[in-house]
């Protein structure tokens, strides 16, 4: 046949086959496909990659590999058969470690995509964990240290977002079969958009040292139009609240109600403060809203104390960061403040979540010592804490979620006032702690935060009410400097050797208490 | 004030105070800052970890015995921004460190200073002037 009768004949099949693929889908103002929503994988690879009958807790499923199985090297295929024979206990899963790449992406829990030129983030209602995949040419800065979820860096090839993923550790599974892959693979992830509402996933693994040679998975994610927001599911908090290790606290954690002994609560007081002006300098986007993309970190100090403080044993001297009320001293409860003065005692230091490694709650998130990633992809400001957990700032929807769904980062809605990005929560479960010196929080809290831009950076302001511990609102202020830099992972859980440390204090505390009685 | 010099005033705090630059859990709760520690010893593993890395060095003992010792440090991702690499703490190293021991008696303490033998500081400023 020659070229043209080709074509010819190819000519109808495509105008068949092409329109939907190629017309049908979003796409940015650029006409790049828009992969942004929420999606969720259609498969049983969480399971296996490869056939599988069923067993407790695992689905049956047909492979997902081109070709069937994967092509082990004969000693990877005995040591992945004896991950799977010892799977309830050496499936990092089980232990709620991070996932790794490409198991998350199979794991049946929605997730969500969001794009911006520069980036692409994927963040999982998961434990809160999250993907940055860098899409704008970045080099990749700190070399040389592998993490849990890899370092992704992406590029569009037509209309398929292509992810190269480099420096996954080894003591993450692909599945809950026990099949692995060690440090030196190199997987490339392939994001095509067959319709508006189904991405082809693939990924090709490229790891000598175990297989034969690069093998390729396949399956479908399908855009779920049931949510407009991921939920949360932390898996060691649940784990934890389940087996006693974390205990309830009644008087703070969703639904407590307000104490009979509290000070009524006058939800009108608080000095009208003038928010810090805005310069004219600051980075815009193309049209005209203040540009607050960035690694940031306020380098912890608040994370030590909100009020002044001058003689505290150990802790630096500081100013605080209460400017209302303007004496600088957070309006507690009576029986509030007592609990947090008893929370700075040793015994306490096991009750900080933050100790279990769950995430830090809202506002604590921002003064962590650990930095934070800004992004504002269309409808949206995604705050992604390199302590694995995220923010989704909406910046749509005006109502909250209902009443009775309660979340350890709240539900945040996102508004501009001029160049100010005003920020309301609330739903919060009132597991947080404010800080490590345990200021006191309670499901009641509600948050309206400001993030005033300025030239390098930006000025957080939270304004907290939450009529169960305080007498009236409060508001915290203090800088937020852009830094160079990109963001690295936190697996805090993963490598937490300080647990068993701050129980035994505890342990030891309550065995004296006990003797005593 | 200017958020540069915000920063500066962090990382000098960091500097002297146990409790800046921890990150996920009171110190004060795990360390006794009044069982202060000095320990020589030679690096068995580092342990790039966070929100804590951790050094493991064996201390021999008055009585001839060997303990492993087990030293918090601030995060593997402070170190890894200010430019340091796995290889610039190989086994076999003997570093000098000053820290606080851990309130449970396990041979464990949160350390603030590491030195070489040869007084050169480890870990505390910029990657590169160590290894020039």
């Not at chain 1, 790794?100 to 911006?116: D, K």
């Not at chain 2, 593993?45 to 303990?67: A, C, F, K, L």
Request: proline letters at 7%; hydrophobic letters at 40%.
């Amino acid at each position: 046949m020659k070229v043209r009768q080709f074509l010819i004949c190819l000519v109808p099949l495509l105008a068949g086959a092409l329109p939907a693929m190629a017309q049908d889908i979003p796409r940015t103002a650029d006409g790049t496909p828009f992969l942004q929503g929420i999606w969720q994988a259609q498969t049983r690879a969480a399971f296996s990659l490869e056939d599988h009958v069923a067993r407790h807790d695992m689905q049956a499923g047909q492979s997902v590999v081109a070709g069937g199985s994967i092509p082990y090297q004969d000693w990877a295929r005995e040591k992945q058969q004896a991950n799977f024979a010892n799977r309830a206990e050496l499936d990092p899963l089980n232990k709620c470690y991070l996932p790794g790449v490409p198991r998350i992406m199979a794991m049946p829990w929605p997730f969500q995509i969001f794009q911006t030129p520069e980036h692409v983030a994927i963040t999982f209602e998961w434990t809160q964990v999250y993907r940055l995949i860098y899409a704008g040419g970045q080099e990749q800065m700190y070399p040389g240290f592998e993490h849990w979820m890899g370092d992704s860096r992406g590029h569009w090839e037509g209309d398929t977002f292509v992810v190269v993923v480099r420096d996954s550790n080894d003591r993450s599974w692909m599945d809950a079969a026990g099949n692995f892959h060690s440090i030196g693979a190199v997987i490339t992830e392939r994001y095509t958009m067959e319709d508006a509402d189904t991405i082809r996933y693939e990924a090709t693994i490229d790891d000598p040292e175990v297989f034969t040679e690069p093998w390729t998975i396949s399956y479908p994610l399908v855009r779920q139009t049931d949510m407009d927001r991921l939920l949360e599911y932390q898996c060691q908090a649940e784990v934890e609240e389940a087996n006693g290790a974390f205990e309830r606290v009644d008087n703070l954690w969703y639904p407590a109600s307000i104490p009979e002994e509290n000070i009524p609560f006058d939800a009108s007081a608080g000095a009208d403060l003038p928010l810090p002006a805005v310069p004219a300098d600051i980075p815009r986007h193309a049209d005209g809203t203040p540009d607050l993309t960035g690694l940031y970190t306020q380098g912890g100090i608040a994370n030590y104390g909100l009020e002044k403080r001058e003689n505290l044993a150990l802790f630096p001297p500081a100013n605080g960061v209460i400017i209302d009320p303007v004496d600088g001293v957070l309006p507690y409860q009576r029986w509030a403040r007592a609990e947090m003065l008893e929370r700075r005692e040793p015994w306490r230091g096991y009750d900080d979540p933050t100790a279990h490694c769950f995430v830090a709650g809202i506002p604590r998130s921002h003064y962590v010592p650990s930095p934070y990633m800004i992004l504002q992809p269309p409808g949206y400001t995604v705050v992604l804490h390199e302590r694995m957990s995220y923010r989704v700032i909406d910046m749509n929807r005006r109502e909250h979620l209902p009443d009775s769904i309660r979340l350890w980062m709240g539900d945040a809605l996102g508004h501009w006032e001029g160049d100010v990005l005003v920020i309301e929560s609330a739903n919060y479960n009132g597991k947080a702690w404010q800080n490590e010196l345990g200021d006191v929080t309670s499901h009641a809290q509600t948050v309206r935060e400001y993030y005033i831009p300025q030239a390098d950076g930006f000025v957080y302001r939270a304004t907290v009410s939450d009529p169960i511990a305080y007498s009236r609102p409060w508001t915290m202020q203090m800088p937020m400097p852009r830094q160079d830099g990109e963001l690295l992972e936190v697996a805090c859980l993963e490598d937490n050797n300080d647990l068993e440390h701050l129980r035994d204090v505890r342990d030891e505390h309550r065995a004296t208490l006990s003797e005593e009685q | 004030m200017k958020l540069q010099g915000i920063a500066r005033l962090l990382l000098l705090s960091c500097i002297f105070y146990p409790v800046s630059g921890f990150s996920h859990h009171s110190f004060s709760a795990e360390f006794d800052i009044e069982q202060p520690i000095a320990l020589t010893g030679k690096v068995t593993r580092m342990q790039w970890s966070n929100p804590h890395g951790w050094i493991y060095i064996d201390v021999e003992n008055d009585d001839g015995s060997v303990t492993n010792w087990a030293l918090e440090t601030s995060a593997a991702n402070n170190l890894i921004r200010r430019g340091w690499k796995r290889e610039d703490l190989p086994a076999g190293t003997t570093i000098v460190v000053e820290g606080f021991r851990a309130r449970n008696g396990t041979p464990t303490a949160n350390i603030r200073g590491i030195q070489l033998e040869d007084g050169r500081r480890l870990f505390s400023g910029n990657a590169e002037e160590l290894r020039n």
